[in-house]
């Protein structure tokens, strides 16, 4: 892997790294083939997004920005879901597992034991946020207005060790304008990993996929113009927890990244992958299922 800002070929239907003897040779690109040359193709940031419960279909007709930017940037073609409903696939993402939940109940009925993703991005001495929108206390273990806690994961996890992490780092998103989510982009302190979680409506579980494909514009739009983003420090990855029982739970996943231009990568991956994805960027083993699982990031050429 060519983890240095030197010209990388690749593929957009494998993603497979062509190498740089290959590059030097080149005379003629293949269709649809882009040279990076300007950013390193190894972010050490990765920041997910997750939307709810529609599968590729709808997504790409209905949300013409975000199929914009899995044009001009990449996606995975054939991304999965684990199961319904909604809070086994943020465990998943959060935990490497479902630990047998198969309802939406509060935090209060599944105190999970063990570590998070999180907490084992901050033991290994990097940092791990979570922004939830419409969230009005850190950490909150309860619905609130538009904000639900199944969309929160974090706050799943029992240990006081991870209690008091979440309690610390799992903080209300605040505004396209002002809070914590644009003061860390704008000052490029985006952490190692993190989640944005938007409110019901935003996230396309009350509101259509309209309202949601406005609401990642204006955040998008921030975060790449951002140093972590420009400096090709950080890649964000746009997920859907579940699909609307139409495509056997397959879902939309684009990954954004300076060094990545109209990849298509068409490797089976899933939940379990992307949840992977942060224990592998500390050198980490991969939590419970997670582990042994296709590197997320490696399919798309990014490590």
């Known amino acids: ?121 901050i033991a290994r001495g990097r940092t791990a946020r979570t922004y939830a929108e419409g969230m009005t206390s850190n950490c909150q273990r309860t619905n609130a207005g538009r904000y639900v806690a199944r969309h929160n994961p974090w706050t799943y996890f029992a240990s006081a060790t991870e209690r008091s992490r979440c309690l610390r780092y799992d903080v209300p998103a605040g505004s396209k304008t002002a809070g914590t989510l644009h003061r860390d982009v704008a000052a490029g302190r985006l952490p190692t990993f993190s989640m944005l979680i938007p409110d019901l409506c935003h996230d396309a579980h009350d509101c259509g996929l309209a309202t949601a494909d406005a609401w990642l514009k204006t955040w998008l739009v921030q975060i790449k113009a951002g140093p972590d983003f420009r400096a090709g420090r950080l890649a964000v990855v746009v997920t859907f927890d579940e699909d609307e029982h139409a495509s056997g739970n397959q879902v939309l996943t684009v990954v954004i990244h300076p060094a990545r231009r109209g990849v298509v990568v068409a490797r089976r991956l899933t939940h379990y992958s992307l949840s992977a994805t942060p224990s592998r960027q500390v050198d980490a083993v991969p939590l419970r299922s997670a582990a042994g699982t296709p590197g997320f990031l490696a399919s798309f050429g990014l490590r």
Do not use: W
């Not at 300007?38 to 939307?51: F, G, H, I, N």
């Not at 054939?78 to 935990?95: E, F, W």
């Open 1 to 121: 892997m060519v983890a240095s800002a030197a010209v990388l070929l690749i593929c957009p239907v494998t993603a497979q790294p062509l190498g740089l003897a290959t590059a030097a040779r080149a005379t003629t690109l293949p269709a649809g083939v882009t040279l990076a040359t300007t950013v390193p193709a190894r972010p050490d940031k990765v920041l997910v997004v997750v939307l709810e419960n529609h599968g590729p279909g709808s997504a790409l007709r209905q949300m013409p920005y975000l199929a914009a930017q899995s044009r001009g940037y990449a996606r995975a073609s054939s991304y999965y879901a684990v199961r319904h409903p909604s809070l086994p696939n943020y465990l998943v993402l959060a935990g490497g597992s479902t630990f047998g939940v198969t309802d939406d109940r509060l935090p209060a009925s599944h105190r999970l034991g063990g570590s998070s993703v999180f907490g084992q991005v």
